[in-house]
C-alpha cells in the first residue's frame, strides 16, 4: 500500500528531526539519557510541539520495547499509579455538578474522571508506527499473571481507545488469495487459529480452486497486518464434517454452481485487540459481497468449533458437581476415557445417542453467570443473529477437536431475513433461536435423565435434518 508507506516515511522524517530538535547538544543529550521513562511522559504530556511530541513518543516506545518482563510490570503499575486522574481537579466537578447540572458541568466532569493516561497512549500512537507498538504492549499486559485493581484499570483504557481506532469505518475488507503478497500469506498461516495449516500446499489448496474465498479486515495503521481473517468454502450443500472441506481429493465445483457458502475458520490475528469485535462484521460484510458477486448462493453457513464443551461435559459428569445426569448416562460417557473411542463403531454408537442431546442442552439451556450461552463461539454466532442449525457428531476428528469438543461441530445458519429478529431474542429474552431438529434433542435429554434409551428421538431428529437440509437449502 504506497499510500500507508508514503505516510509511513513520512512521520519517520518529523520524528527524526524532532529529536535533533529535542536531543541535540550535550546538554540536552544528557538530560535525555538521565531521564527515567515517568519524566519523559511527563514531558511528553506538556510538549506542544508536533515534531518534539512525537520524538518523545518514539522514545518511550524504544525504551519500553528494550525493557524486560519485570521492568515493564513497573511501567504498567507506573501508568496507574501516576497518571491516572487528577483527584483534586475530579473531586471540584463533583462538587460542581451537584449543584449545577449543565452540559458545561457535565464536560467538565467528563474530562476530570479521565485518567491522565488515556492522553499519553493517544500521544504515544503518534509515534511510527505507534498503533502497532501499543497493540504489543497490550499484548504483554493480557499475558501477564498480574490481576490487579491496575491491571483492570489499564486494560480498560487500551479497550476504550482501541474501540474507537479500530471503528469498523477505519478498516477495509480485503481478498486473499494465492497472488496476496508472501508476507500476508505468511501471517494467514500464522495466525490461523481453528484448522492449523501445515504448508504452503494446504494454503494453496484454501485459497487456489475456484470454490474457496478468504477475506481480511485491515486498518490503515497496520497495512499488512490483518486484524482478523475468515476463510469461505462454496459448496451445493451443507457439509457436516471438516474432512468434507479440506479433503484435497474432494471434487472441486466452479463458483456459479454453489448454493452454499460455508463459513468454516474465523481467526483473530492480534491477541492486543482481544475483545475488540471485528468479526461480526466481517461475516456480515462477507455475505454482502458474496450475495452480489454469486447470486446462486441461497445458504450462508457456518462449520464451526464447539471449544467449551469437553470442559462442561467433565463437571457435568463429576460427582461433586451440580448437574444431574442418569447412571445409565454416566456409564456411556466413560467411553470418553478411551483415547481412541471415535474409531470404534460401537464406543460412537453409544456416544453419539447420549452426547447429541446434551449438546442441545449445552447450546439451549445452560447459560453463564451473566445469562449469556456458556459456548464462546456460540456467543458469537447467536449474538450475531444466527440460528443454530445442526450438531455434527465427529465433525471433527483431530485431536485438538476430540479434546475439546469430543469431536463435535455446529451449522450456524445466516438467514439474512431473520438476523435482526434472532439477535433480539437472545438479547432480550436470552432465548437461544434453533432449528426444530435440534429442539428434538432436548426431549432425548430428558428420556437420557429417565434412564430412557433415545433411539426413537435419534431417528426423528436424522428425518427432520434429512427434510431440512436436503440439497442445502433449508
Not at 475488540?276 to 450475495?291: T, W
Not at 438479547?427 to 426413537?456: F, H, T, W
Amino acid at each position: 500500500m504506497p499510500e500507508a508507506s508514503f505516510f509511513t516515511d513520512m512521520l519517520q522524517s518529523i520524528t527524526d528531526h524532532g529529536r535533533q530538535l529535542l536531543f541535540s547538544g550535550s546538554r540536552n543529550t544528557q538530560a535525555a539519557a538521565k531521564a527515567d521513562l515517568q519524566t519523559l511522559c511527563e514531558m511528553l504530556l506538556s510538549s506542544r510541539g508536533e515534531a518534539s511530541g512525537m520524538a518523545l513518543a518514539a522514545e518511550i516506545l524504544d525504551r519500553w520495547g528494550g525493557l524486560e518482563s519485570a521492568g515493564a510490570q513497573q511501567f504498567f503499575h507506573m501508568l496507574h499509579e501516576t497518571f491516572g486522574p487528577d483527584t483534586v481537579r475530579l473531586d471540584q466537578a463533583m462538587e460542581n455538578y451537584r449543584t449545577d447540572k449543565s452540559s458545561g458541568a457535565v464536560i467538565a466532569l467528563h474530562q476530570a474522571a479521565e485518567p491522565r493516561r488515556q492522553e499519553l497512549l493517544r500521544r504515544l500512537n503518534q509515534a511510527p508506527n505507534g498503533t502497532a507498538r501499543l497493540v504489543r504492549m497490550r499484548q504483554q499486559l493480557l499475558a501477564s499473571k498480574d490481576r490487579s485493581e491496575a491491571y483492570h484499570a489499564l486494560d480498560a483504557d487500551f479497550t476504550h481507545l482501541f474501540g474507537s481506532w479500530f471503528n469498523r469505518g477505519f478498516l477495509t475488507l480485503r481478498p486473499i488469495d494465492w497472488s496476496t503478497p508472501a508476507n500476508i500469506l505468511e501471517k494467514i498461516i500464522k495466525y490461523e487459529a481453528v484448522h492449523e495449516i501445515a504448508s504452503w500446499e494446504e494454503l494453496r489448496r484454501r485459497l487456489a480452486p475456484a470454490d474457496r474465498r478468504c477475506f481480511a479486515f485491515f486498518h490503515p495503521r497496520l497495512a499488512e497486518e490483518p486484524l482478523v481473517f475468515v476463510e469461505v468454502a462454496l459448496t451445493r450443500s451443507v457439509p457436516n464434517a471438516i474432512a468434507d472441506v479440506l479433503d484435497e481429493g474432494r471434487e472441486q465445483i466452479n463458483a456459479d454452481e454453489a448454493t452454499t457458502a460455508v463459513f468454516y475458520s474465523i481467526s483473530n490475528c492480534q491477541d492486543g485487540l482481544r475483545g475488540i469485535s471485528f468479526g461480526n462484521f466481517l461475516i456480515k460484510q462477507v455475505v454482502e459481497d458474496l450475495r452480489r458477486d454469486l447470486p446462486g448462493l441461497k445458504n450462508f453457513v457456518t462449520l464451526s468449533p464447539v471449544p467449551g464443551f469437553a470442559r462442561w461435559l467433565a463437571k457435568a459428569r463429576d460427582p461433586a458437581g451440580a448437574r444431574s445426569l442418569s447412571k445409565a448416562a454416566l456409564e456411556t460417557l466413560s467411553l470418553l476415557d478411551d483415547p481412541n473411542w471415535p474409531g470404534k463403531e460401537k464406543s460412537s454408537a453409544e456416544l453419539e445417542r447420549v452426547l447429541l442431546p446434551l449438546a442441545a442442552r449445552y447450546f439451549l439451556t445452560e447459560r453463564t453467570q451473566e445469562g449469556r450461552p456458556v459456548d464462546p463461539v456460540a456467543r458469537f454466532h447467536l449474538g450475531n443473529g444466527a440460528r443454530l442449525e445442526r450438531v455434527n457428531f465427529l465433525g471433527d476428528r483431530s485431536p485438538k477437536a476430540v479434546q475439546q469438543a469430543h469431536g463435535l461441530m455446529v451449522n450456524y445458519l445466516y438467514k439474512l431475513d431473520d438476523i435482526v429478529a434472532n439477535h433480539e431474542a437472545l438479547a432480550q429474552r436470552g432465548e437461544v433461536i434453533a432449528s426444530p431438529a435440534v429442539k428434538s434433542l432436548l426431549n432425548q435429554n430428558d428420556e437420557g435423565r429417565r434412564g430412557g434409551n433415545g433411539q426413537q428421538g435419534s431417528r426423528a431428529f436424522a428425518q427432520i435434518m434429512n427434510s431440512t437440509l436436503r440439497g442445502g437449502r433449508k
